[in-house]
């Protein structure tokens, strides 16, 4: 049994378990440990979570009890995906499609596109929003932790 549900402050251990997963399983090819770990220490410590869940919407999959994915949006003048995340044993299974849709039906008639950032060398990343419908506005590169990221600016339109 599962639920896609509005993340709540008892989500936090479980988000920030997914985040460290999915991160060590899709980066640590690309980046070293160190930059990965301090890209989870500062996006995923708990009073920034915490802040997070009161002002953005942050969507948790619950699967048996268990936090298996999450999808965190930021509404201000255009719509963003910022952080969208599935735990590697629960990927392949809906999990990431499902955050996704209820997150844009919760923006229904607010924006025209919602826009996301991805890094290029996460082909399973690209490739997966690519098939829901995302498009390659530009590639850019961003040195964080002394290492240069190859990201892109993704957008999907939400009008027809």
Known sequence: M?????????DVI???D??????????LD????????????????????????????FLVAV?????????????GTELYLSAHYV???????GFGRLLLEKGLAHFQDQYDAVYLEVDMQNKRGVAFYEREGFEITRTYDRDMYEETMHLALMK?????
């Open 87 to 93: 735990r590697p044993h629960s990927q392949c299974k």
């Open 2 to 10: 599962y639920e896609v549900r509005i993340a709540t402050p008892k």
């Open 30 to 57: 690309i980046y070293a440990a160190s930059t990965v770990n301090e890209l989870l220490a500062a996006s995923y410590n708990e009073s920034h979570l915490l802040k997070r869940l009161e002002t953005q919407l």
């Open 156 to 160: 999907k339109p939400l009008t027809t």
């Open 63 to 75: 699967e048996e009890d268990e936090v298996v994915g999450f999808a965190n949006f930021i509404s």
């Open 14 to 16: 479980g988000i920030r």
């Open 18 to 27: 997914v985040a460290t997963k999915a991160w060590y399983n899709t980066y």
